[in-house]
């Protein structure tokens, strides 16, 4: 029997439609649209593309988006300078610095001058330490890691007591989804490079969380029948047959997946269209926050 | 066959005297030995006579110690001067505050204000986020979790690519733990009160690290055969036979465990020496840093 597909699209509409609701009132509310301040630095065409897509999603939803574009060769002093302009910006309420910076860039001391009150990427390690904490709560969740839990609740079923298995462990997805997954009362077991029989724990495994960057690396026959499988993968491959030469796929082989698992994500249209959602759902956040209670 | 005792007690005193050594050296350069600033609130016995441990161990090895104690009814601004002040003393290296705070404290306030540099213990959400996080590096490392640590590789095995279970995931031990055991490549399963099935998941674990706070909880038939097992919990239990009434076991059931295991500690005398000496290192290292280069 064929998996359920997961289909991050409409979830993704649906929730954006409430966010515009949401940044409407604002607006009437407060005077003007919430605000988004982006930081790119240097002309990587794939991070200039997610910064495009990142500022036409504000758009949809009403909220107003700003950028600073700087030359590869900026100082730190400057990419910083850049940061905290937009901290003492009152009208920019989240912010993000695309990632990755430049080689000569130090990318720890640029995230961490984001005010932890607009941390809306929620990558601050003051804000990753409160999110595995118990009793402590973060300022921001990462945007990939909520857009995961909400499509794994989409599928009605119970977190609390499953098994679930994070492959990759990177700041942005996979540390961040085992923390969470870890809050939901799941129980957690993060895999990655140097794990040995990944078959044999994905076999176990009522949820598997793909992100590791390898295309269709996670065979069907791995896991657990009627497993959810959420593939955060998306890789680019040769594709003869494609117009541009290329296609996108996960890190999951989706057609032997699918047979196996209960619920799967595909890609794209899986996690992709989640993760800009959350950063809407964050900035909005930021800005209902900054208002006088 | 029975497992190999890891003794954490001449582990601790080899590390002790090596703090010395280091003590001396520092304090001849330095005109003065490193201090650690402890904040006691309230009379609880039992943090009391934590405290009164952690004093005499810096006796032990020349480390300074000053004690601030506060009555039970200290307001927050209190308990933060206390920390504040050890912050801006430069005679003061570390800065312990003993948990747990009386209730009417907000506990995150208080840790928070301890500085990054001074933060011995390193349970600052900033420490514990860097902890987990790839690339990054914590000012300290938490000083249970190290000397967990510490005690499996006194095994001489491998911890890369070994499974581990973690059972407990508190800020202080089984949070830290499970993102120590990760960082050094091991495939970590976190697991906790509403983990099913528990026996199946440690039946195939190398490591075992219990951190419940539940007598005898763990089973040595739940065990994979030759399994490294480091027991952190210490339980008070009924015991006529004992002069005091009491006697402390385990998180694990030592006698069925040590047939079963490769190795395993004892309570006492496994885990706890080793929590004070990491205490004391994480001391002498803050001094060291605060040394002009």
């Known amino acids: 029997m064929a998996a359920e597909i997961i289909d991050g699209r409409p979830v993704a509409r649906r929730m954006q439609e409430e966010i515009r609701t949401a940044v409407a009132a604002y607006a009437a509310q407060a005077g003007g649209a919430p605000g988004l301040g982006v930081v790119l630095v240097g002309d990587d065409a794939a991070s200039a593309m997610y910064v495009r897509m990142k500022r036409r999603a504000c758009d949809r939803v009403g ?26 910006d009152p009208a920019i309420h989240g912010i993000l610095v695309q990632l990755p910076l430049p080689e000569h860039i130090d990318e720890e001391a640029a995230l961490n001058e984001i005010s932890l009150n607009k941390d809306v990427d929620g990558i601050h ?33 119970a977190i609390e007591g499953a098994r679930a298995a994070v492959i990759g462990r990177s700041n942005i997805v996979g540390l961040p989804v085992a923390l969470m997954l870890a809050n939901a009362n799941a129980t957690v077991t993060i895999c990655h490079s140097r794990t040995r029989d990944l078959p ?47 296609r996108y796929v996960g890190d999951v082989e989706f057609e032997s997946a699918r ?23 964050n900035t909005m956040k930021a800005a209902e926050r900054s208002l006088p209670a």
């Open 63 to 88: 909220l107003r988006s700003e950028a600073r574009i700087l030359p590869t060769e900026s100082t730190q002093g400057e990419v910083e300078g850049a940061v905290r302009a937009f901290n003492n």
């Open 125 to 157: 390690p003051m804000n990753l330490g409160r999110l595995g904490m118990r009793g402590r709560e973060p300022s921001f969740t990462p945007a990939t890691p909520t857009g995961v839990m909400a499509l794994i609740r989409e599928t009605g079923r």
């Open 200 to 246: 044999n724990v994905l076999g176990r495994a009522d949820i598997v969380v793909a992100a590791i960057g390898r295309p269709e690396f996670v065979k069907g026959a791995w896991l657990k029948p009627g497993a959810i499988v959420i593939d955060v993968g998306s890789n680019s491959v040769p594709d003869p047959e494609s117009e541009k030469g290329y």
């Open 259 to 281: 047979t196996a698992a209960g619920y799967i994500t595909k890609v794209p249209g899986g996690v992709g269209p989640m993760t800009i959602t959350m950063l809407l759902s």
